[in-house]
C-alpha cells in the first residue's frame, strides 16, 4: 500500500525568501505526482503534474522534481510572497489505480 | 481543465439525519471521485463512482453509509447517511477529464458540521 509523507507539516518564512517542501513515497511504481494547492476551508487547485518518465515541471516561480528511484519529490517555490500561504499537498497515482493518494500536506505561511 | 462545481458549499446538519451532495462537471470525465477530508487531516478517497453502476468502495467506507449516484458522464451525487458529529468534514468531488493526461481536478468541496 502506497504511503506518503510530506515534510514539514508546517513551514514559516519571510518574504522573499526561496524554499523547499518534500514529499516521500513508499512504492515507486507510479504513473504520475501532482502537487496542489488547497486555502483554508477550500478546494484544491492543481499546481504541476510530473509524469513517471519525466524528472521536473515549472511553472512561474513554483519547480517541482521527481526521484522514482529514491521516493521522492521536491517542490521549489522561488522569492516567496504572503499569497503563497496555503497547503501543499502531493498526491500520487499509481500505476494500475485511478484515484491519488494524498500526502498530510505542508501548511506554509510567509511573512510579509 | 474542467469548471467542477458542488452543491451545497456548506451545511449545518443534526445528528441522524441525511445529505446529499451534488457534483457537476462542465467537460466529459473518463473518471470520478469522491473524497473526504476531516478536520486537520488530508484527503482520503470515499470511492470511485461509475456511470450506470454500482460505485467502487475503499477500505473502510460502506455503501449503506454513504451511497453513490452517478447517472451520466458529468454528474455525480454522494449522500451522507444517518449522520454523527465524527461525520463532519469537507466532501471533495475530483474527475480525470478526457485528454487531460491525467490530471485531476477537484471541485470546491462541501464543508459538513453535523451537530
Known amino acids: 500500500k502506497q504511503e506518503v509523507t510530506q515534510i514539514p507539516a508546517a513551514l514559516s518564512v519571510p518574504e522573499g525568501e526561496n524554499l523547499v517542501l518534500n514529499c516521500s513515497f513508499t512504492?515507486?511504481?507510479?504513473?504520475?505526482l501532482q502537487w496542489f494547492r488547497q486555502d483554508p476551508g477550500k478546494g484544491l487547485t492543481s499546481l504541476l503534474l510530473?509524469?513517471?518518465?519525466?524528472r521536473e515541471q515549472t511553472s512561474g516561480r513554483l519547480n517541482a522534481s521527481l526521484d522514482k528511484s529514491s521516493g521522492r519529490s521536491t517542490l521549489y517555490i522561488a522569492a516567496s510572497q504572503p499569497g503563497d500561504s496555503a497547503t501543499y499537498l502531493c498526491?500520487?497515482?499509481?500505476?494500475?489505480?485511478?484515484?491519488?493518494?494524498f500526502g498530510s500536506g505542508t501548511r506554509l505561511q510567509v511573512q510579509p | 481543465s474542467a469548471v467542477i462545481s458542488q452543491k451545497p458549499s456548506r451545511d449545518i446538519c443534526q445528528r441522524g439525519t441525511s445529505l446529499t451532495i451534488q457534483c457537476q462537471v462542465d467537460s466529459q470525465v473518463t473518471m470520478m471521485f469522491w473524497y473526504r477530508q476531516q478536520p486537520g487531516q488530508s484527503l482520503t478517497l470515499i470511492a470511485t463512482a461509475n456511470q450506470g453502476s454500482e460505485a467502487t468502495y475503499e477500505s473502510g467506507f460502506v455503501i449503506d453509509k454513504f451511497p453513490i449516484s452517478r447517472p451520466n458522464l458529468t454528474f455525480s451525487t454522494l449522500t451522507v447517511s444517518n449522520m454523527s458529529p465524527e461525520d463532519s468534514s469537507i466532501y471533495l468531488c475530483?474527475?480525470?477529464?478526457?485528454?487531460?493526461?491525467?490530471?485531476?481536478?477537484f471541485g470546491p468541496g462541501t464543508r459538513l458540521t453535523v451537530l
Open positions: 498526491a500520487l497515482l499509481n500505476s494500475g489505480r485511478r484515484a491519488l493518494t
Open positions: 510530473i509524469q513517471s518518465s519525466q
Open positions: 475530483s474527475v480525470e477529464v478526457v485528454g487531460s493526461s491525467d490530471t485531476q481536478y
Open positions: 512504492d515507486s511504481a507510479i504513473y504520475n
